[in-house]
């Protein structure tokens, strides 16, 4: 057996170990959605990320909250760390037993320098995964609308570097081949180079007339395509002023965009959403900012966690039969009381004859989840509107369980109405400390379009962590809120409202965006 062969079979017989490992992953072109399942595990189970400067930052949100980022830069024609560098923290970090994430953009074995660094990690005897990633060339091609490959049009593709090792001079390749191709030709990084790639194709032979697109910051929200031939694309890219990151697509195939076009006609194509609800309850929330076209901006503002004292709900799950009523006002209420109703061993059986309210759907199906019938869910998904919903109810004992601190009108409401609550913490919210340079740079560029809120919290939150110093940059962005007790929180504070749906749920708020 060849002694590299066996070499390598050795270092993958050791990826199953507890030492630690080199995992490198492909992070797709831009869209979180790109990211492959394969990729997301591992950044779940990731102590250490090198991250790139192309990654998108929502991809943070699949992390553990101990995992160590750390960013290397690697934008064209700027290094953030030198290679060695990069290659040195693999090592170092590897050997000391963590698992360590190479996230790179687009596929790292495409142009990047994936090889060079699985090679240096390999000869250090590391163990190593590497997890491919779709390419910016197929991945940006098809958001632009653009088939590289089409039976009557182009049966071949190329795919070329539009850069060089010090991005000055010359792209070192045989441009009298590239140019007697007659499929399609993808230059990937070569927009600062793009007139000299139309000067070499037409010297050696390229038509003028041969269709060109450039698809700038493809995959995102931001991103813009130009189209033009070879003959008149530098004279636009000119006026337009196209910069990286771009992609560049060379072929008769380009004439398809305006008929397969479809992400750049989604109805929220172009806007960038911030989503400030916590972690697990924002992806339905983020995908469907994705399947209508938004860029979502992660910046979750609350944290929930279990309370300073666990006795005053303990108290009332041991004795849940003496109670008339269960009211639930919020998903995590009903999360955090399941939990601990399984972790004291209490039976759920004890809910016989006890009336359950909740407000809002999604409450409503947690609890239902969990095999309780709901009895009572207002029209209107605020406190207000099931105080009016509960009848008949002096002399009865309700329990709410709920966040440490919350709105007192539902239990003052009911105990004027002549009933006896018990409201107990079952979870407190806390600020997590999310960093802000990446908010502050969109903000401050204009590049955030709506901000969304959807309770109280997360108002009074997101202006604690963002600070005095963003608010002029926040009251010159849309505020969209979900009912009107935050409306009235965020106009408190100062910020003018600009879309509140009819319905106070998720649902509605981003079909009020939408249609805004």
């Known amino acids: 057996m060849n002694s590299q062969i066996s070499q390598t079979i050795c270092t993958h017989k050791m990826v199953d170990s507890n030492k630690g490992k080199v995992v490198l992953v492909g992070a797709g072109p831009g869209d979180v959605g790109l990211l492959t399942l394969s990729g997301k595990q591992w950044l779940q189970k990731a102590d250490v990320i090198l991250y790139d400067h192309l990654v998108n930052p929502d991809m943070v949100r699949f992390t553990q909250k101990s995992a160590e980022m750390i960013y290397v830069g690697k934008k064209e024609g700027v290094a953030s760390m030198e290679q060695e560098q990069i290659n040195h923290l693999l090592i170092s970090k590897a050997r000391e037993g963590k698992i360590v994430i190479r996230l790179k953009g687009g596929d790292p074995f495409l142009f990047g320098r994936g090889g060079e660094e699985i090679q240096a990690v390999q000869k250090a005897g590391i163990p190593f995964i590497i997890v491919p990633g779709v390419s910016s060339v197929t ?71 041969t269709p060109i697109a450039v698809v700038q910051w493809g995959t995102t929200a931001r991103q813009k395509t130009w189209t033009g031939t070879l003959g008149t694309i530098v004279e636009i890219s000119e006026k337009d002023k196209i910069s990286p990151p ?55 503002v609350i944290e929930t966690v279990a309370p300073d004292d666990w006795s005053p709900l303990d108290n009332a799950l041991n004795n849940l039969s003496q109670y008339d009523g269960l009211i639930f006002t919020s998903v995590n209420g009903v999360r955090f009381f399941a939990e601990r109703l399984k972790a004291i061993e209490q039976d759920i059986r004890e809910l016989k004859g006890v009336r359950v309210y909740t407000i809002g759907p999604k409450t409503a199906e947690a609890v239902r989840d969990l095999g309780i019938r709901v009895d009572v869910v207002p029209e209107n998904f605020v406190a207000e509107s099931l105080i009016e919903s509960i009848k008949n109810i002096k002399g009865q004992r309700f329990l709410l369980p ?30 997590p400390s999310p960093s802000v340079d990446a908010l502050e740079k969109r903000l401050k560029e204009g590049s955030i379009d709506v901000i969304t809120f959807t309770s109280s919290s997360t108002v009074t939150n997101f202006l604690t962590l963002t600070g005095k110093k963003l608010l002029p940059e926040i009251k010159k962005t849309k505020i969209a809120c979900i009912g009107p007790i935050t409306a009235k929180t965020a106009q408190d504070a100062g910020l003018n409202v600009d879309i509140m749906p009819d319905q106070y749920t998720v649902s509605s708020l981003l079909d009020a965006i939408e249609n805004h």
């Open 402 to 431: 709920r966040a440490k601190v919350a709105r007192e009108i539902l239990p003052e409401q009911l105990r004027e109405m002549g009933a006896t609550i018990d409201v107990v913490p079952a979870y407190q919210t806390i600020l």
């Open 246 to 300: 771009a992609l560049t697509i060379i072929g008769e195939v380009v004439s398809l965009k305006p008929i397969i076009e479809w992400y750049e006609h989604l109805p929220l194509f172009g806007k960038t959403v911030l989503v400030t609800r916590k972690g697990d309850q924002a992806e339905s929330m983020i995908d469907r900012l994705r399947e209508l076209g938004a860029e979502p901006f992660f910046f979750p």
């Open 139 to 209: 991945g940006v091609a098809a958001y632009a609308g653009i088939p590289l490959t089409h039976r009557h049009l182009s049966s071949t593709l190329s795919i070329i570097t539009g850069s060089n090792e010090k991005n000055q001079g010359d792209i070192h390749i045989d441009w009298e081949k590239i140019a007697a191709r007659s499929g399609t030709l993808v230059f990937l990084m070569g927009a600062r180079k793009l007139p000299l790639i139309v000067e070499k194709l037409m010297k050696f032979g390229k038509s003028p007339d």
